[in-house]
């Protein structure tokens, strides 16, 4: 426990931890201590000087110890002759402010008076205005009249591109530092910073490619002025026209809460569109940053060629139809069919899509095969056992807490989770790394730890064995609690622990946290993998508490409410290995993404996708369904730590579109299922009433907010920034059933396949980039100049043997599969082994690792 | 007397490291290092008395008594950035006898047990350093810098570093900035950088200027009493007084503190040339408050505590004599902007202020002031006072503004008067080269477009 400590702001007396930021303690108290250069999730750096406070201390008696009193017995302060600044001091006991007496008036006047001086004082033309902190302080604490010559106004640059997404506009920089500390600190990417001296002082981007940071929208938000502009909403729309609507991000698991603005726009023919997004506070989750892909990949919500009608294949051309009439035709297949039907879940279908789902496969099938897409990983149902416990905040993580990161490329398959580990590792827990090859939170591990591709489960056993002779970590386990206890032991029991170092660090911090990936793993290697997760968290007695437990980093926004629901890769799987007559596809695009998923897909008798646009997927099928993008509609997702959170409808439908639940309920209805529920809402009551896990995740639950620190958006702008402070929801976290003490737990001892030896050049790993070609984000193009081209990652010595250059034209052939892609050997690859990123090239590959060939073609 | 400091004043060749030793060179440091131990070393400084000769003359003794005995690594940072308008002391020593000051930093270091020391030069005396990495290696290879320091098991290597030309580079925390690679701008103290977290690499560091430190191996040698009985009991030792402007003989005046202004002006500098009279001193180069030449100024005797009662400050003690003849306000306009091409940025008042400043100069001096730019002058100045800037450079700024002001007002009111301004002070204004105006097209090209392309 923090010792709480006295201190007094204007002769009032509150308490407040120890060591607490002076501006932070006041803000705790509801005092505004007005900031420009501190920001609560930064360092102080006293540059603006616009907290200037008198500070004093309680006066005590040398002898006595005793506080001091006047003739009407109250305390006494000593005062320092000179202003301070409140955002470089922490609360002491005894500490005092003076936050109204002249000096501090004039000082915070003349401070604000110094920032208008060359201030452009264009909010009339500024995105900024009307959200604006300098122009809230200014009202608040400014001077009422200018003293100030207009024609000694410096002029600066204004339209200054700092990379493709963000301007810079030099005259209204305050020169407060936030956005270098928020790269420098929060990130640790070195892309901007300060050039010159004086009022020379500019901000300018000091990488190459410009402003070369996955989080760079972010700084728009912290900006206290309108310097920095997002290409994606500048000279878009007033933020006093914009009416703010709570999201989630479709992109990863992360979940990541949004706020879209949104207007009436003439543009889009008086609809109400998605004019920006912005990160709305969820310090459970996103805390207030979210990833450019979030921010500026939402496009898909309205752009061109959504499909506003169910269209169906005739004769080879595709034939607009309506709502009933597609109906009945699933209706009528799913009779026909009903026996050999392959259901495809992709990876952002709301909880209550799924639901609706697998009730309409239900009425046909006696036990559907119900499988996700993309099926490259596994293992849900044990995140359900020993996923994180309630209570989890990586925000709050330090020393405490080690984290295991395997198998996953952490920057590019969950951005913020990443930026959130990184900070942890910051604060000083034990960040272990293991992957086949470098990646970027390696430079934030304490320990690395290198495998070969398919012998990520080796690792985890090493750790599980050297857990096992340690007595006081597994010594209090009985079989009782954990079935297959003794069985793991013997298992175990050859298992010489491999990097020991690492193992020390994961097993001596108090809490462990396992992010699992796939990356080169089949996913019965997966399953194998995350058993083996599960073996250690169990084994250690981490599993069901706070600060840690296992989370599946998932290639998407929703696979684990997936698995909650009873889909699963095994099960698609075995609907490649024997596919069925009919595929009922939701909101996914295997035919573009995997060789063998298009085979099978479009060897099938009929097939239906609901869709946003025309993909390949759609193209294969013989039925198109318009279905609604996330903005449009109600809905709720599961993040990778089992938070269930609820999106909102926040802008008007494209065509006849529909949500995808109402469309499997109304074609069950056909076919004698129960009524459609009347909202997503209802759908969820479903849910909450037969999912146990789910229920209490009933919508008015799921809208729950608390107060939250910083506080930001509204009047505190000045303080947090403009991320929006949640009204909405913060979203519910399942916990585990290892949290229930009386709950059976299970081990179970997991091999390692030696990965099968081919007569193949190399072994292809699919790897995931996060500026893909996904169908929710293609259609974001201001964003394209991010998306790398096709291209595959080749050790030095097999390039050499190839006789393959960095650059060069490459074709990657494998078993029904050929992509052209560039070369890149850039010390990545382990020798033997070609990475593939995915969702990049338009033919199809595969999305787990294969056998390979790789040539050489002509320019 | 013989020199204490400028001892190449009277032997010329003291520069060489032969010439030092043969003078009793390096003795104090051998003296410290085989007789005192380190906490010796800095008792004796301390009842020496003396204080920084960087400006703010702190007690030197406690300063190297703040640092930590515990940290494993320490240093002594020599502040060779010497930028004060008419300041040129720390120069000489470099220049003529470097040895002295290589060894009383090690002295210094000696004393807080560091690990290395750095001297940071400014970048305009490229040529100095370089010579003195010569001196340097010649002390090394007489076992008195580097590995096991004349065989006591103590390492401390001395590196030399150059700035780029900064003003603020010579605030002790923006030069540990810079001296880290980091921008030149200050630091928030606390920590300071005496203090874990707040030194060079955030470690334990002592930060003294040239002339401070030239004077140690001095007192190691001769006892602290002995420089205590020069100068007055607050004010001990001697200083180095740089002379410049209207003044007979300019140049560095070596002389115990106490003598008075007049002294100092007329019997050392030789007085005012051309028989003009006095009209005001600038007894800190640009940073401290202008005092007008009267009787009482001259009488007064030159200490630390003297010197601000007057209401300016004795800083580095470089003195700006200006005669009857002196436009004032077009003093006070050069070294505003001085102040304003100097200020880091880092902070509101300072950054916003000195440009503010500036401008309403230009205006005066071109001859389209008007009284409501001096009521300007009277309270902008005032707003950069009083804690309200992050270093002491904002303060130093408002200086010449306010004393000028105060001082002369009523040669301001006759530029106000005079809307019609003269020929040379229009000229003036246009000398006076605007960087700032300039600014987006004198950025490099790379800059302009956001940076790299
Ligand atoms: C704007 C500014 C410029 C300064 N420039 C110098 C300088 O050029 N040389 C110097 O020795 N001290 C300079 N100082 C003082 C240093 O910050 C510091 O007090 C000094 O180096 C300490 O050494 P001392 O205790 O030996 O005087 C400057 C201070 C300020 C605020
Ligand atoms: S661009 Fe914005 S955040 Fe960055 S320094 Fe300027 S005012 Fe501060
Ligand atoms: S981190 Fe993931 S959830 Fe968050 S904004 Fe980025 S893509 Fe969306
Ligand atoms: S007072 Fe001036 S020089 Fe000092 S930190 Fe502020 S802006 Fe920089
Ligand atoms: S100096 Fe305290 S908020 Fe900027």
């Given amino acids: 426990m923090t010792e709480t400590v006295t201190f007094y702001i204007d002769g009032q007396a509150y308490q407040v931890a120890k060591g607490t930021n002076l501006v932070d303690a006041a803000k705790m108290h509801d005092i505004d201590i007005p900031v420009f250069c501190y920001h609560p999730k930064l360092k102080p750096v006293g540059m603006c000087r616009m907290c200037l406070v008198e500070l004093g201390s309680l006066s005590v008696n040398r002898e006595t110890g005793e506080v001091e009193r006047d003739e009407h017995g109250e305390p006494v302060f000593r005062w320092f002759p000179r202003l301070q600044t409140a955002c470089t001091q922490v609360v002491t006991d005894g500490l005092a402010v003076r936050t109204t007496t002249e000096a501090v008036v004039q000082g915070r006047n003349s401070i604000l008076e110094f920032l208008l001086t060359s201030h452009p004082l264009d909010c009339p033309v500024c995105d900024k205005g009307g959200e604006c902190p300098l122009q809230n302080l200014t009202m608040g604490y400014g001077p009422g009249e200018s003293r100030f010559l207009i024609d000694d106004k410096i002029r600066l640059d204004k339209h200054v591109p700092l990379g493709e997404l963000i301007y810079l506009d030099r005259e209204r920089c305050i020169q407060c530092a936030r956005c270098t500390r928020f790269c420098d600190e929060i990130v640790g990417d070195d892309v901007l910073a300060f050039h010159e001296r004086g009022r020379r002082l500019q901000i300018v981007t000091i990488s190459d490619p410009p402003f070369d940071t996955k989080f760079s929208g972010n700084t728009t938000d912290i900006c206290p002025v309108g310097a920095l502009t997002t290409a994606d909403f500048r000279f878009g729309a007033r933020p006093w026209e914009l009416q703010e609507e709570a999201t989630i991000c479709p992109h990863c698991p992360v979940g990541c809460n949004l706020s879209a603005g949104t207007r009436l726009d003439r543009d889009a023919g008086g609809k109400k569109i998605i004019k920006r997004i912005m990160p709305r506070q969820n310090e459970w989750v996103n805390e207030i940053w979210i990833c450019d892909k979030g921010r500026f990949g939402h496009h898909h919500t309205r752009a061109e060629g959504r499909l506003e009608q169910p269209m169906l294949k005739q004769n080879g051309a595709w034939v607009p139809i309506d709502w009933p009439a597609a109906y009945d035709l699933v209706a009528a297949k799913l009779r026909q069919y009903g026996d050999s039907l392959g259901v495809l879940a992709g990876p952002s279908l709301s909880n209550e899509d799924l639901w609706e789902l697998r009730k309409l496969a239900g009425l046909v099938a006696s036990e559907p095969k119900l499988g996700v897409w993309p099926a490259a990983m596994t293992g849900g149902d044990l995140v359900a056992q020993v996923g994180v416990g309630s209570g989890t905040m990586l925000r709050a993580v330090g020393p405490e807490t080690a984290i295991l990161v395997i198998a996953s490329d952490f920057e590019e398959e969950a951005p913020i989770w990443w930026l959130q580990v990184k900070q942890a590792a910051d604060r000083g827990a034990a960040v272990v790394v293991a992957n086949a090859r470098p990646t970027k939170l390696d430079r934030y591990a304490r320990a690395v730890v290198r495998y070969r591709y398919g012998e990520a489960v080796s690792v985890l056993n090493g750790f599980a064995a050297q857990a096992l002779k340690d007595k006081s970590l597994t010594g209090k386990l009985s079989e009782s609690r954990v079935a297959g206890l003794s069985q793991l032991r013997a298992a175990l029991k050859g298992v010489k622990p491999a990097f020991g170092d690492a193992g020390r660090m994961l097993l001596s911090a108090e809490n462990l946290i396992i992010f699992a990936g796939g990356e080169g793993l089949s996913v019965a290697q997966h399953r194998e993998l995350m058993q083996a997760a599960a073996n250690l968290l169990i084994l250690t007695g981490r599993a069901g508490r706070a600060n840690s437990g296992l989370v599946a980093v998932w290639p998407g926004a929703n696979m684990q409410g997936a698995y909650d629901l009873g889909y699963s890769a095994e099960a698609t799987q075995a609907l490649l290995d024997t596919p069925p007559r009919m595929w009922i596809i939701g909101a996914a695009n295997p035919v573009a993404e995997d060789a063998r998923a298009a085979r099978a897909i479009t060897g099938a008798e009929f097939v239906v996708a609901t869709s946003l646009f025309m993909t390949p997927t759609s193209e294969a099928a013989d039925l198109v369904l318009p279905r609604q993008s996330f903005a449009e509609r109600e809905g709720t997702f599961t993040n990778g730590m089992r938070r269930v959170q609820r999106f909102y409808t926040v802008q008007g439908i494209i065509g006849d579109s529909l949500p995808d639940w109402k469309i499997f309920a109304a074609i069950g209805e056909r076919l004698n299922g129960p009524k459609a529920r009347i909202s997503a809402g209802a759908v969820m009551k479903d849910i909450t009433a037969h999912v146990p896990a789910y229920a209490q995740a009933s919508y008015p639950r799921l809208a729950q907010v608390e107060r939250q620190f910083p506080l930001v958006g509204g009047d505190d702008l000045y303080y947090g920034g403009t991320a929006y402070f949640n009204l909405s929801g913060l979203g519910l976290a399942i916990p585990p059933v290892a949290e229930d003490g009386s709950a059976q737990l299970e081990v179970r001892p997991v091999t390692v396949d030696a990965p099968a030896s081919t007569d193949a050049d190399l072994s292809l790993i699919p790897v995931r980039v996060l500026y893909d070609r996904d169908v929710l984000f293609e259609p974001s193009r201001l964003m394209h100049h991010r998306v790398p081209p096709p291209s595959v990652e080749l050790n030095q010595a097999d390039a050499e043997r190839l006789g393959i250059a960095d650059g060069d034209r490459v074709a990657v052939e494998g078993d029904g599969y050929q992509i052209t892609a560039t070369a890149r050997v850039d010390g990545r690859a382990p020798a033997g082994y070609a990475l593939l990123p995915v969702r990049l090239s338009s033919t199809p590959a595969p999305t787990t690792p294969a056998a390979c060939t790789v040539r050489k073609i002509g320019e | ?453």
């Fill in chain 2, 1 to 453: 007397m013989e020199h204490i400091l400028l001892r190449d004043l009277d032997i010329p060749d003291i520069r060489n490291f032969d010439v030092y030793v043969a003078n009793g060179g390096y003795e104090g440091l051998k003296k410290a290092v085989r007789e005192h131990t380190p906490e010796e070393v800095i008792q004796i400084v301390l009842e020496s008395n003396l204080r920084g000769r960087g400006g703010a003359g702190f007690p030197t003794g406690r300063k190297w008594s703040f640092i930590p005995k515990d940290a494993p690594i320490k240093y002594v940072v020599v502040n060779a950035d010497e930028s004060e308008p008419g300041t040129f002391k720390d120069r000489q020593i470099l220049e003529k006898n470097p040895h002295q000051l290589i060894e009383g930093a090690m002295i210094a270091a000696y004393a807080i047990q560091a690990t290395a020391v750095y001297i940071y030069c400014r970048g305009e005396f490229w040529d100095l350093a370089h010579a003195l990495e010569e001196e340097i290696e010649a002390a090394r290879q007489a076992n008195l810098v580097g590995d096991d320091v004349l065989g006591s098991g103590w390492n401390c290597p001395v590196y030399v570093h150059l700035g780029a030309g900064a003003y603020i580079c010579g605030e002790e925390s923006a030069l540990l900035n810079s001296l880290q690679g980091l921008l030149g701008q200050p630091r928030v103290r606390p920590p300071f950088p005496a203090q874990p977290g707040g030194g060079l690499y955030y470690a334990p560091t002592v930060v003294n200027n040239v002339e401070t430190l030239a004077n140690v191996p001095w007192i190691i040698l001769n006892g602290a009493a002995a420089y205590k009985a020069i100068g007055t009991p607050e004010s001990s030792g001697v200083k180095i007084f740089c002379l410049s402007g209207h003044v007979a003989r300019p140049g560095n005046y070596e002389l115990p503190f106490g003598i008075t202004f007049r002294e100092l002006i007329f019997e050392h500098g030789g007085g005012i040339p051309n028989g003009k009279k006095l009209k005001a001193i600038l007894p800190s180069g640009a940073s401290g408050p202008v005092l007008p030449a009267t009787g009482e100024v001259l009488d007064a005797p030159l200490t630390y505590e003297s010197v601000a009662a007057l209401g300016s400050t004795l800083g580095s003690a470089s003195f700006i004599l200006m005669d009857e003849d002196t436009d004032m306000v077009w003093a006070a306009a050069k070294m505003t902007h001085f102040f304003k091409h100097e200020s880091c940025g880092k902070c509101t008042p300072c950054r916003e202020g000195t440009y503010w400043l500036e401008r309403i100069y230009r205006r005066l001096l071109r001859g389209e002031g008007t009284m409501r730019d001096l009521e300007l002058l009277k309270s902008i100045p005032r707003n950069m006072q009083g804690g309200v800037t992050l270093c002491a450079l904002g303060e130093f700024a408002a200086n010449p503004v306010l004393s000028t002001v105060q001082h002369f007002y009523a040669e301001y009111e006759e530029y106000v008067r005079h809307a019609e301004a003269t020929r040379e002070a229009r000229q003036a204004a246009e000398q006076m080269h605007d960087y700032t105006l300039g600014e987006a097209g004198e950025l490099p090209e790379a800059v302009g477009q956001g940076g790299v392309r």
